[in-house]
């Protein structure tokens, strides 16, 4: 039978610890030192958040830069938050004000009307019923003595960078309890709905008032989910924006190469309690004239 034999143990005199100690702080002040000049998430995988600041690495604020006859002389921040890439759909909290909101409420609640649809080719009220339930009217900036709508519109132009002329007259709509709107597109397909004068490419969505419970935006084929399957329109899945009083939905309707989008279809859930207010403003790819 092997024995293990004992390692004799070492010893180390006064000098010798006290050498080896120095060793070892000046290797960790070297590498605090390495370190301090490296940004830590250099070391980290995957993707990080990124702040954008209008200030220069030494601190210093840059002003305005000289405008166009177009322009602004002042430097404009409109937060916003990108919800999807397919449909592209961008989210602005606290666009209006509460204040701003009740109002364009109270400009609407004696005019309500029950809301219409564009009926494609082949298609009657009567083959449409239920699709979309709520009540709404137009109501455009031009018709509001109180220059709110007129101050909500050129907003929507500054954080759209699409003219003021290119938008249609407010939508403004209410789903009480029940009331939905089943997946649609917003633009409009030559084939279904013949030759258009322009194209509504872009939408904004200004949520009037908050929901209890229900009432999301919903984009069923975000991403392209469910594309590949038998969808039914009146299911409310995917991706789903809860409304927030004086919140902001931008999408786009329309790509890059003006094919529409089929990942931006779109609708409304059904209210399950409280009351859903909002403000469309449906953006054209031309003035709109009318």
Known sequence: MKVKAKSPKAKFGLPTVFLLCSLFFFAGLFTFTLLSHVSFPQFLSGPRSVTRTLQSEDGEDHGPLPQGETGDSFIQSIPFQVLSWKPRALYF???????QCESVIEM????????????RKGETAESTK?????????????????????????????????????????????YE???????????????????????????FLLYLSDVEEGGETMFPFENGLHMGMSYDYKKCIGLKVMPRQGDGLLFYSVLPNGTIDQTSLHGSCPVIKGEKWVATKWIRNQEDLE
């Open 93 to 99: 909290p606290r666009f209006a004000t509460a204040e």
């Open 108 to 119: 609407a609640k004696t005019k309500l009307r029950p809301s219409a649809l564009a009926l």
């Open 130 to 174: 239920g699709t979309r339930t709520s009540s709404g009217t137009f109501i455009s900036a031009s018709e509001d003595e109180t220059g709110i709508l007129e101050i909500i519109e050129e907003k929507i132009a500054r954080a759209t960078m699409l003219p003021r002329t290119h938008g249609e007259a407010f939508n403004v709509l209410r």
């Open 177 to 203: 309890i029940g009331q939905k709107y089943d997946s649609h597109y917003d633009a409009f397909n030559p084939s279904e709905y013949g030759q258009q004068k322009s194209q509504r490419f872009a939408s």
